[in-house]
Nanobody, 118 residues
């Protein structure tokens, strides 16, 4: 069983919206810190947003006010609501799970591409 399965990427124009989904096992969803990372061509992977099992969230400065994390406990699914998208948001987005909540990810999803055109 694949621990994390992402969906929801696509292509939008600047100012548009997308919602990414990350389905996890119940155990991971309820006990791990989870988050979204992204990697643009030629750049290092960077953290976008994280959420602790208790629900506290943190966001990269570049996405604050535009991207929002949420969890559906019934579906064991993490969402990243992306609004007011900019061309610089273009990247492969990865869901990740961190058992110790120490910044070292234990599981990664396969990635979903987000492309924002100007």
């Amino acid at each position: 069983q694949v621990p994390l399965v992402e969906s929801g990427g696509g292509s939008v124009q600047a100012g548009g919206s997308l919602r990414l989904s990350c389905a996890a096992s119940a155990y991971i969803f309820r006990t791990y810190c989870m988050g979204w990372f992204r990697q643009a061509p030629g750049k290092e992977r960077e953290g976008v947003a994280t959420i602790a099992s208790g629900g506290s969230t943190s966001y990269a400065d570049s996405v604050k006010g535009r991207l929002t994390l949420s969890k559906d406990n019934a579906k064991n699914t993490l969402y990243l609501e992306m609004n007011s998208l900019k061309p610089e948001d273009t990247a492969m987005y990865y869901c990740a799970a961190d058992r110790q909540c120490d910044g070292i990810q234990d599981y990664w999803g396969q990635g979903t591409q987000v492309t924002v055109s100007s």
